[in-house]
């Protein structure tokens, strides 16, 4: 089974830059697809971007050009790097495995605990 980390939130003027991480242990992730999403409370959690096994790569139509997902096989980590942010990117951010590329989070099967982002205006 394996557990996922994220770290590398925090508070951000609009416009500015952040860089989370989802550090992967108990069990390699090159095999699988990661994801990243968002939720704020009262709400669904909503898709970001994702990043398959091949390095193929998907994003939702309101990060693409900002953000950025890469992946480290070696390091088995997927960081996120957000630019451009605004005050609607506030949320708290997961990133989640799963064995498919797919913006949906019913498909993923671990996830770690979050971390919050917020963007101040």
């Known amino acids: 089974q394996a557990q996922l980390v994220e770290s590398g939130g925090g508070l951000v003027q609009a416009g500015g830059s952040l860089r989370l991480s989802c550090a992967a242990s108990?069990?390699?992730?090159?095999?699988?697809?990661v994801g990243w999403f968002r939720q704020v409370p009262g709400k669904e959690r909503e898709f970001v971007a994702v990043?398959?096994?091949?390095?193929?790569?998907l994003y939702a139509d309101s990060v693409k050009g900002r953000f950025t997902i890469s992946r480290d096989n070696v390091k088995n980590t997927v960081n996120l790097q957000m630019n451009s942010l605004k005050p609607e990117d506030t949320a708290v951010y997961y990133c989640?495995?799963?064995?498919?590329?797919?913006?949906?989070?019913?498909?993923?099967?671990?996830w770690g605990q979050g971390t919050q982002v917020t963007v101040s205006s």
């Open positions: 989640g495995a799963g064995s498919t590329l797919s913006n949906v989070p019913s498909r993923y099967d671990y």
């Open positions: 108990g069990r390699t992730f090159s095999s699988y697809g």
């Open positions: 990043v398959f096994k091949s390095g193929a790569s």
